[in-house]
């Protein structure tokens, strides 16, 4: 990829609704997406675009890097609970997209999103994962050091949150690494990075809900902060943070369909639509 489309940092790709028009050597966009991440920190964003609405709803779509400086794009920052701003949304308004911009060939811009999620998701799926190691709060050593700081590692429950959080954490990075290893050797992360998405996203809640326990009292009333944060513990904002994890990268329902479909067989759910123009599929 040209220097010029390399991202600071990389942002989940835009969904269907958003529709691409061909004109001569340029594309013209016009759609919103939300929970683009990261897009407010971003000069470029990946765009997945309805560019044939008569072909069915796999098909048709086509996979643009978008300059979030070009006119037409409007960026509004989200902010979530813990004071943060991590998501955004994001306005098309006839933006003009260079066809040399487009990834892939146009009408099969599914496949190479297909490519960039499974990507995402290993990115997600913590220790070990080679990418985001957490987004939400601290790892397990941070816990049990927060837990010793406190006098807390003596208490039977406490000690068996710990082991637990320690235990699962291990098993994601062993099962990480193997993924990894897939990779070095050629291959992609594939169905393999639901199972790090959907362990991932649990697990890293139950070790931000037990950071937040260990605080005790001084996890629901803290003294007066800045504007956005007003003081509030770490340990809390992870927490508060974590809640995202069975939603980013694909929802746990989502992943666990592919785990389904994918890595044990099983049939799909019946689909009156699958094979219907996406013009035609009702849709609120």
Request: glycine fraction near 12%; include cysteine; hydrophobic fraction near 40%.
């Amino acid at each position: 990829m040209p220097a010029a489309l390399r991202a600071r940092r990389r942002v989940r790709p835009g969904l269907a609704r958003h529709r691409a028009e061909r004109d001569g050597d340029e594309w013209v966009l016009t759609g919103q997406k939300v929970w683009t991440t990261w897009a407010h920190v971003s000069e470029f964003a990946v765009c997945l675009a309805r560019s044939d609405p008569r072909q069915r709803k796999r098909r048709g779509l086509t996979y643009f890097a978008v300059d979030l400086t070009l006119p037409g794009v409007d960026i509004r920052p989200l902010r979530h609970i813990g004071g943060e701003i991590d998501f955004n949304e994001v306005f098309l308004d006839e933006v003009r997209v260079p066809d040399a911009h487009r990834i892939g060939p146009a009408g099969e811009g599914w496949r190479v999103a297909g490519s960039s999620l499974a990507g995402e998701r290993q990115m997600v799926s913590g220790s070990g994962s080679g990418g985001v190691d957490r987004i939400g709060g601290a790892g397990v050593d941070q816990l049990v050091a927060g837990a010793r700081a406190r006098d807390r590692t003596q208490e039977p429950a406490v000690r068996q949150r710990l082991m637990a959080a320690y235990t699962g954490e291990r098993v994601r990075a062993w099962t990480n690494q193997r993924v990894r290893a897939v990779v070095r050797a050629g291959g992609t992360p594939g169905p393999a990075a639901s199972i790090g998405k959907v362990h991932q996203g649990t697990l890293n809640q139950s070790i931000q809900m037990l950071a937040a326990d260990l605080l005790g009292a001084a996890a629901t009333a803290w003294p007066a902060g800045d504007e956005y944060h007003d003081g509030m513990p770490p340990e809390v904002r992870g927490m508060l943070r974590s809640r995202a994890n069975t939603i980013e990268g694909g929802t746990t329902e989502v992943n666990k369909n592919i785990l389904g479909e994918r890595v044990l067989g099983l049939p799909r759910e019946p689909d009156p639509w699958a094979e219907a123009p996406w013009e035609e599929i009702p849709r609120s």
